[in-house]
């Protein structure tokens, strides 16, 4: 392993800023590799978002337009990664954590062989080997998982784990070759976008999310909206709420939702269960309001206030803005 | 139709974890071995899929673990599952996400079936890569965090959740599928489940059947676990009685300042 190579996940060019924080970490791991850093973006809105690429410190960027990566599911990704990793040669391969990457490193842990290390927050260079440092057990412990010498290791790297610094001397942007002789297995009829027009919830600096305290939608909007908007940040919800359908799964955040890390996590009426706690205690500042002092979420916050939600969060927004104006 | 659902055997996720000073291995207080929650949904959607389906489908619950984890499967027979197989062998010990998936795919293979489905995670795992590698050793078709999925015309018509909401897809099979959690709430056994799963067959296999070309194991794994250390402590801060809303709002937004988040 000597080059990195970084799968850009985006839907028409749109890109997470994990993509562009893999990308930066792509060239400080491929320094101490003695390799290149690569990166492959295919599919509708490709060639743009290669343009946006450039300004990071990545050595080359291989572009296809393909409109099949979004007609069908992941399979013309995964022979996409493949030839690129083929002409990169021995490389680790670095994947977003989030549902689609899960979905990309595990096809290319049976594609390429290869062994996968899964959510990493920071990375060593041990003997020459690469360490992937990450947490588990719901935080519990930090593990250390090492990719054996082997032609390609992947890693699935957690959004707002390492930071985005553009730079570099501009990456030449090539075009890849359409793999020839494959076929596709899965289509896509319809996809659709939730929750669009609000700061991506990975990438917000502040979050605001609500539970099953709140007792319906509305709050969600009326009380957690204002405050999220005042602070500069966006709404998120615990599974409990997405699953009454108060807000979309898109907002869930936890083990079988979103990871965050803000700087400030406001929790509202949510009670701290393991699996959300998963999804949001790298946060910097944690708060939580809740009406039950004994809520297993004031173990892990800063400042817990033992209060009505309904009371406290609009008396907050007013000082917020007042704040701010 | 046959289906075919993995079911990984996990520590109760419930159950107290933490860091032994001395070891520095992960302790579980009291912890007995449980069905993957995750793989408890990917049964249920099994089970619903049999259901509409009917004819002679089948249900077929797959694990890969120690031989004395055996009756702790029961539990999926006893939810509805029609038979179980269970893949044990000591040289499996130590096998990473690459050479489970490598042993159970070509398990998998010699099972057979029409669908396969996977959970979307392992609780003490936790990697969600398995069903990726699953899929390639397979060679089917990988659909992923399905929340609907109904057989029409010899298809799969599956509506799954993305990073960014949700889309319908149509799947040929075999295919291999994951499940969201919004597919439906696990069904609790009856008493007439559970007496039933003891007389249903839990098929034994081992890695001699399998004919495996590569080592697994520990010795064939592509990664290796390092020390677990315990994470930077997050303490407890402090709790505030708020004497009513002004005062609660007050002492949030003091703090905020204080920290310089506003
Ligand atoms: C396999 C699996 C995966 C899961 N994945 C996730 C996940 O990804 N994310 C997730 O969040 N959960 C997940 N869960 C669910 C999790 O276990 C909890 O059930 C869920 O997080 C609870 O949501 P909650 O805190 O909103 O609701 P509750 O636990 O019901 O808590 C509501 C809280 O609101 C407080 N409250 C009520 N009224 C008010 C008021 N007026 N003002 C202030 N506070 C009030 C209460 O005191 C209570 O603390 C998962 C569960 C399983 C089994
Ligand atoms: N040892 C195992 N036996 C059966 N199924 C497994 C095993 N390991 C993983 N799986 C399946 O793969 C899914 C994802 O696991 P993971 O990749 O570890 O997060 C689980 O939900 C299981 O359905």
């Known amino acids: 392993m000597k080059n990195v190579l970084v799968y850009v996940q985006h839907k028409n060019g749109v890109t997470p800023k994990v993509t562009f924080e893999m990308a930066t970490q792509a060239r400080k791991l491929a320094d101490q590799l003695g390799g290149k850093a690569h990166a492959l973006v295919v599919g509708a809105g490709s060639t743009r978002l290669a343009d946006a690429l450039k300004g990071y410190p990545l050595d080359a960027i291989h572009v296809n337009d393909d409109n099949d990566v979004d007609t069908y599911l992941l399979d013309p990704v995964v022979d996409y990664l493949e030839a690129a990793a083929k002409a990169v040669g021995p490389a680790l391969i670095l994947v977003a954590n989030t549902l689609t990457g899960k979905d990309v490193a595990g096809r290319l842990v049976g594609r390429l062989h290869a062994g996968v290390c899964a959510d990493a927050t920071d990375f060593k260079l041990e003997g020459g080997k690469i360490v992937a440092v990450m947490p588990k057990f719901g935080g519990a412990a930090v593990t250390n998982c090492e990719l054996l010498a082997a032609d390609y290791g992947i890693v699935t790297v957690r959004p707002n784990a390492f930071a985005a610094q553009a730079g570099g001397a501009g990456a030449t942007v090539q075009a890849i070759d359409k793999p020839s002789g494959k076929s596709y297995g899965v289509l896509v009829e319809k996809d659709i976008e939730e929750g669009s027009g609000e700061l991506a919830l990975e990438e917000a600096p502040v979050v605001v999310a609500g539970g099953r305290g709140l007792g319906g939608p509305e709050p969600f909007d009326t009380l957690l909206k204002p405050l999220a908007h005042a602070l500069g940040g966006a709404v998120g919800a615990s599974r409990a709420a997405a699953d009454a359908g108060w807000v979309p799964y898109s907002l869930q955040i936890g083990q079988t939702g979103k990871t965050v890390s803000p700087n400030l996590y406001i929790a509202v009426g949510i009670s701290g269960a393991i699996q959300h706690k998963v999804g949001m205690r790298s946060s910097g500042t944690i708060v939580a309001i809740n009406k039950d002092g004994q809520s297993p979420i004031a173990e892990f916050s800063d400042l817990m206030v033992v209060g009505d939600a309904f009371a406290i969060v609009p008396e907050l927004t007013k000082l917020v803005q007042a704040a701010k104006s | ?262």
């Not at chain 2, 000073?21 to 089970?47: F, H, I, Q, S």
């Not at chain 2, 042993?103 to 609780?123: E, N, P, R």
């Not at chain 2, 003490?124 to 590698?133: F, R, Y």
């Not at chain 2, 890695?207 to 997050?234: I, M």
Request: aromatic letters at 4%; glycine letters at 10%; proline letters at 5%.
């Open chain 2, 1 to 262: 139709m046959k289906i075919v659902v993995t079911v990984k055997l996990v520590p109760d996720p419930n159950a107290d974890k933490r860091i032994d000073d001395g070891t520095k291995r992960l302790v579980r207080t009291g912890a007995e071995t449980v069905l993957n929650p995750y793989d408890e949904y990917a049964l249920e959607a099994a089970l619903q899929i049999k259901e509409k389906v009917g004819g002679d489908t089948t249900v077929t619950v797959f694990s890969m673990a120690p031989e004395s984890l055996k009756e702790t499967l029961r539990k999926a027979l006893a939810m509805g599952a029609d038979d179980a197989v269970l893949l044990s062998d000591a040289g499996l010990e130590g096998s990473d996400v690459w050479a489970s998936a490598y042993a159970i795919s070509h398990a998998l293979k010699k099972v057979g079936f029409d669908l396969l489905i996977v959970g979307g995670l392992s609780d003490d795992g936790s990697t969600g890569a398995t069903p990726g590698a699953l899929a390639e050793y397979l060679q089917a078709p990988l659909v992923t965090n399905a929340r609907k999925a109904e057989v029409v015309d010899g298809k799969l018509k599956i509506e799954r959740e993305t990073d960014t909401g949700y889309q319908d897809v149509t799947a040929p099979l075999p295919c291999v599928m994951t499940t969201a959690l919004t597919f439906g709430e696990p069904r609790y056994a009856s008493l007439k489940g559970i007496m039933g799963a003891k007389k249903k067959t839990i098929a034994p296999l081992t890695v001699a059947e399998l004919g495996l070309s590569e080592k697994v194991g520990q010795a064939g794994s592509k990664t290796q676990l390092l020390a677990f250390a315990p994470p930077p402590a997050r303490g407890k801060g402090q709790v505030i009685e708020a004497a009513d809303a002004v005062a609660g709002a007050q002492a949030i937004f003091a703090f905020l300042k204080e920290r310089k988040l506003v």
